[in-house]
């Protein structure tokens, strides 16, 4: 059959892909997807693409996901980057599975603890910056057929890279088919239904279409009705259409329309029924062969194949080509690989499979399990065969899926780490083996899902014997537990922890009581456990996790009311909870929920306070993240230092971390902190001006009506509140901010330095003419803002009151207001305040007006404030104000101005774009236009031109500073 037969009616879907590569060739990758059922064109479609594109002198990486890899940790993408190390060095990369290469000692790339607010985790950044590094030489393709097989890691990796395609000459080009029922499809969905995705959804062939295939393939014209009955049979399916038609040539049926009656008896099984006749005519050799070859899922190496099928090199060659003459299978040899056979069509290879006898089918596997079993192929290639076998309680069984689970696991895939060992938990063991593999299920399972964790957990506990390991198993069960929002269930089984441990375990009694003060600080109704923090008294001189954690947690009981010991508490713990794992990262650990928590409690103490410490600990809790491979615990410091840097009036940076947080938690599908994090980011849209955005992310939240009690929703509802009133629906915002209120006291909450809800309250109030309730509210929250002492609250409290307050009050607090949050790091609020003021003087006809208003718009320009620097502009145009030439700095946006004064201060394009985690083309964009907008010719004049406008205003922080 010709190629222009094969790509009848296809010329849109070619289209697009020629569309996608104009596009690669000018510097902007993509993604398309090709979409369909099976046997409708996919891989001929993405076969079409890759000449292409090798003909534009384009590089390209192909790879396949399958079945039987489909558990393989980044089976895809090494398949990728198997081919991109050979043309490096002419060496294959090391630990590939088998459908990839040998090892040779190059491992796959990591990120190192590189901090450049990408998030990477999990290997991604690594080899994000690997293939980064390759595009700059050469635009890149990556063409993978049959994405519906990839492992997870591999689509965690796509998930990763497509929004950072925009400036990066990456092409993603792949094929795959409809998801079957019971499939996990979170990651597919999500690159399906990016707005950056382009799908190709191949129909069906029309039957014009159809009766010119049939002629290119029965050597001649069909009768009308034949057609017609060949286009019915097969729903216009091109594979199946070509089946059809070598079988009624098979069977020589003459293509008339008096036959057009059997057509659909031949079509209805015209795979299997091909393939059948095929294989029967064939010698014992060629058949083993072929079932060899479908056992090892189609493009196993030929020595592998020859070897399970019990062949020597000559029968297998000789096998293999009585085969590809009856079009089952093709042999392929690559750049640095054997020779490789694979199947025509994945129908093709399931229907060999399908024939095979069970029993038979096992024991093929049994035996490629054997073959691979310590050979350079790796534990994973022998285990992906155990999995399709029933339990046998072979001790070698046990120990190769236990290996392939510590691969898996060392390679940062917690989901084919389960799925190892999940299979093993199938074979009979001895108790402490059978304890060992459910606490490392334990381990893998709560990366992917906290709180089905708890089973492992609980089966493992009923198999502990001593005393003290109980204990700390029940600590274990109890962070998992509250974070599954199991409140009683975690205090229940906490107590009972406490019941029993000895009296010399002083670090687990803290671990258990800073536990037991934690569930009100999550889940509300526990105020007796409140109290219970405050009669523990001081704890014993004890350096060690559980002091650390029982200062953390009674430091946020003590901050979230307000009380200013706070801070100082934690100043007997300044070393973070999570520290730096020693172990090599092929060994497990068994999760420990709880201590996240208090973490988050040590961050939120320190955030409220305005304290300078907390831009180091965010940043290192980012690296040991990294490190650990954790992506609940990768989420959550960034989500924090994303809210750092709000308050700070970072709001480039802030939304970048918001975003990555977002990206983590989403990507690892845990939904742990999401309210958290969606709460921050809308606040940092509404921020920029952005309040479509802020919707959207407020409503993708998904929060209730009336919204459960768990989760510290206060934070969110504070959020929707705002945008409420922001929008004018000011009614509502004030049964918002009203609920948050009520939600924050639920946890013990009067701080606003945390949910400043009475302020919020306030202004509704004073927007719908209740003045008086307005001051109340205003005077309650500076009362506890006084109390707290941080700048950025209590100036945020005065500037509130400013506002509501009777005009001879007005001025006098707002100024207060700037002079409280003068020389904090509190820049946003600084920004508000001297606009208020300005607004206020000027409207009284006071001097001082226009110079805070000034003041007040280099502020918001400064952090990216756009809504505000907008108010401040319209104010300032208002008294008649001419001090700002149009092309001034102020027209820059912040990506702009970041990009700038990092070139003022001497920097290259290459080191700003690296500091701000930018493509350097990117940066050369961002300059280009800034200096059209400034009327200036180039760099050497930036320094002049910026500082003149900018006064005394800090130098600018690149991204690596909270």
């Known amino acids: 059959m010709s190629e222009a037969s094969a790509m009848l009616e296809r010329e849109h879907d070619l289209a697009v892909f020629r569309e996608a590569l104009d596009a690669l060739a000018d510097g902007s990758g993509g993604c398309v997807f090709v979409y369909g059922a099976p046997g409708m064109g996919k891989s001929l479609l993405l076969a079409s693409l890759r000449r292409e594109a090798r003909a534009r002198g384009l590089r390209v990486l192909a790879a396949r996901g399958s079945a039987m890899e489909s558990s393989y940790a980044f089976g895809v993408v090494r398949q990728i980057l198997a081919r991109l190390f050979h043309r490096r060095s002419g060496q294959p990369l090391a630990g590939l599975a088998p459908a990839a290469a040998r090892p040779t000692g190059e491992r796959l790339p990591r990120s190192a603890g590189i901090d450049d607010g990408t998030g990477g985790c999990l290997e991604l950044d690594g080899l994000y910056r690997l293939l980064a590094e390759e595009s700059r030489l050469e635009p890149v393709v990556l063409a993978i057929d049959d994405l519906h097989w990839a492992d997870e890691s591999s689509l965690r990796f796509l998930n990763y890279l497509q929004p950072r395609l925009d400036h990066l000459p990456v092409l993603i080009a792949t094929c795959l088919r409809p998801p079957e029922p019971g499939t996990r499809t979170h990651l597919l969905d999500r690159l399906l239904n990016s707005e950056k995705a382009r799908v190709v959804r191949p129909a069906p062939l029309s039957p014009r279409a159809a009766g010119t295939l049939l002629s290119a393939l ?34 020589g049926l003459a293509p008339t329309d008096g036959n057009s009656h059997r057509v659909l008896g031949i079509g209805a099984a015209a795979v299997s029924r091909r393939v059948g006749d095929r294989l029967d005519g064939l010698p014992a050799a060629s058949v083993r062969l072929a079932e060899s070859i479908a056992v090892l899922d189609g493009r196993a190496l030929a020595t592998d194949v020859a070897r399970l099928a019990g062949l020597t090199s000559p029968e297998a060659g000789r096998g293999a080509a009585l085969l590809e003459e009856g079009h089952l299978i093709r042999a392929l040899r690559r750049e640095g690989e054997g020779m490789r056979y694979e199947y025509v069509h994945p129908l093709v290879q399931a229907a060999v499979y399908d024939r095979i006898d069970p029993a038979r089918r096992t024991r093929y596997h049994a035996r490629a399990a054997e073959l691979f079993t310590g050979s350079h192929e790796g534990a994973e290639s022998a285990a992906a065969h155990l999995l399709r076998i029933p339990a046998t309680g072979d001790p070698e069984t046990i120990a190769t899926l236990w290996r392939a689970a510590r691969d898996a696991w060392g390679r940062s895939s917690p989901e084919e780490t389960l799925t190892y060992l999940r299979r093993c938990l199938a074979e009979p063991m001895e108790r402490e083996q059978r304890r060992s593999v459910l606490l490392s299920a334990a381990s893998a399972r709560q990366l992917i899902d906290v709180g089905s964790a708890a089973a492992y957990l609980e089966e493992a506990l009923a198999l502990t014997r001593d005393v003290r390991e109980t204990a700390r198993l029940r600590w274990v069960l109890g962070g998992v537990l509250l974070l599954s929002q199991q409140a009683e269930r975690a205090h229940e089984v906490w107590c009972q922890a406490l019941s029993v441990l000895p009296a010399d375990e002083i670090d687990l009694r803290g671990r258990l009581q800073a536990s037991l003060i934690n569930i009100p600080l999550v889940m509300p109704g526990r105020p007796d456990l409140l109290a219970y923090a ?24 003590e901050a979230f009311d307000g009380n200013p010991h706070a801070v100082s508490r934690l100043d007997s713990c300044d070393v973070l909870v999570h520290e730096t794992d020693p172990r090599p990262p092929e060994e497990f650990s068994v999760p420990e929920a709880s201590t996240e928590s208090w973490q988050v409690c040590s961050w939120l103490v320190l955030l409220m306070a305005d304290d300078h410490r907390i831009v180091d600990r965010l940043a290192e809790s980012v690296d040991i993240a990294r490190r650990l491979r954790a992506p609940r615990a990768l989420s959550a410091a960034h989500c924090f230092r994303g809210l750092a840097r709000l308050w700070r009036g970072e709001l480039a940076e802030a939304r970048k971390d918001l975003v990555t947080a977002l990206d983590t938690v989403e990507l690892a599908n845990v939904d742990v902190g999401r309210p958290f994090i969606v709460a921050y980011l809308a606040e940092t849209l509404m921020e920029t001006g952005d309040l479509g955005a802020a919707e959207a992310a407020l409503d993708a939240a998904g929060c209730p009506s009336p919204p459960p009690p768990g989760g510290q929703l206060s934070f969110l509802l504070h959020a929707r509140a705002r945008w409420l009133r922001l929008v004018g629906r000011f009614d509502e915002a004030l049964e918002a901010a009203l609920l948050a209120g009520e939600r924050w006291a639920a946890h013990g909450g009067r701080n606003p330095a945390g949910v400043p ?105 400064r952090c990216g404030a756009g809504a505000l620097a907008t108010r401040a502009r319209r104010e300032l145009a208002s008294a008649g104000s001419r001090k700002r030439p149009a092309g001034g700095p102020q027209k820059l946006n912040p990506s702009e101005y970041r990009s700038c004064a990092l070139a003022a201060q001497g920097m290259t394009n290459r080191e700003i774009a690296h500091r701000l985690s930018l493509t350097v083309k990117t940066v050369e964009g961002h300059l280009s236009s800034s200096y059209r907008k400034l009327d200036i010719t180039g760099r050497r004049e930036l320094a002049a031109v910026l500082s003149g406008t900018l006064g005394t205003l800090p130098a600018p922080r690149g991204s690596g500073h909270a």
Do not use: K, M
């Open 218 to 251: 029965l050597a001649g014209p069909p009768d009308p009705d034949f057609a017609r009955a060949c286009h019915r049979a097969t729903a216009g399916n091109p594979l199946l259409l070509r089946e059809l038609a070598l079988a009624v040539t098979a069977e």
């Open 534 to 557: 405050g009669e523990l008294g001081d704890p014993p001189e004890h350096d060690s996790l559980g002091a650390r954690g029982l200062a953390c947690v009674r430091a946020a009981v």
């Open 757 to 861: 809800w009475q302020s919020e309250a306030a202004l509704s109030l004073r927007a719908l003419g209740r003045h008086d309730e307005a001051r109340r509210y205003a005077a309650e929250e500076l009362a506890l803002a006084v109390r707290w002492g941080a700048p950025r609250a209590l100036g945020r409290a005065l500037r509130v009151s400013g506002i509501v307050a009777p005009e001879g009050a007005a001025i006098g607090r707002l100024e207060e207001s700037v002079t409280v949050l003068r020389g904090s790091a509190a820049h946003l609020e600084l920004a508000y305040s001297l606009v208020e003021l300005g607004t206020s003087q000027r409207e009284r006809g006071q001097a001082d007006g226009l110079r805070h208003l000034d003041e007040g718009l280099r502020w918001a320009v």
